[in-house]
């Protein structure tokens, strides 16, 4: 059931988990978010889960939005999948920025070139290249001529 304002909006829900082993862990977000966020694509979030805040965003699915939940969001949230949670959630308009750690900056200086490389990806993605912080993948690229 929805409690609050339209810019904090308060609800349960269950953690659903799909894929390999359940390796993908989401809420499906009960509400219509073109109605209460104006938006039909991502929407950035700010969200307490059990307690644990976090910043992710809302991505539409097969007809609704859901938002991903990370192992590291279910250990500081202290639940598993097949729990219900108690959500907490806001539109998150406050710039989503990265920073460079200091040793990669000198190497880009070094390099201008190598610094445009990364421009395609997502802020997210930027940052776990740079600092390491998840499992990478080599993306899909076209060869540099």
């Known amino acids: 059931m929805l409690r609050?304002?339209?810019?904090r909006l308060k609800f349960e829900a269950e953690l659903?988990?799909?894929?390999?082993?359940?390796?993908?862990?989401?809420?499906?977000?009960?509400?219509?978010?073109?109605?209460?966020?104006?938006r039909?694509?991502?929407v950035p979030v700010r969200v307490i889960l059990n307690g644990f805040a976090f910043?992710?965003?809302?991505?539409?699915?097969?007809?609704?939005h859901i938002l991903g939940v990370g192992k590291d969001v279910l250990?500081?949230?202290?639940?598993?999948?097949?729990?219900?949670?108690h959500v907490e959630l806001a539109l998150d308009d406050a710039p989503r920025t990265v920073t460079v750690p200091a040793d990669l900056e000198t190497a880009l200086r070094r390099a201008p070139a190598a610094a445009n490389l990364s421009q395609p990806f997502r802020i997210r993605t930027r940052r776990n290249m740079w600092t390491g912080s998840r499992a990478r993948r080599s993306p899909k690229r076209a060869p540099i001529a």
Do not use: C, H
Not at 4 to 7: D, E, H, I, L, T
Not at 75 to 85: E, L, Q, S
């Open 55 to 64: 910043r992710n965003s809302l991505m539409p699915r097969a007809g609704v």
């Open 16 to 38: 659903l988990s799909r894929g390999p082993g359940g390796a993908w862990t989401y809420i499906e977000y009960p509400f219509s978010a073109q109605e209460v966020f104006g």
């Open 75 to 85: 250990a500081g949230a202290a639940a598993t999948p097949g729990d219900t949670v």
């Open 40 to 42: 039909k694509g991502q």
């Open 4 to 7: 609050g304002k339209p810019n």
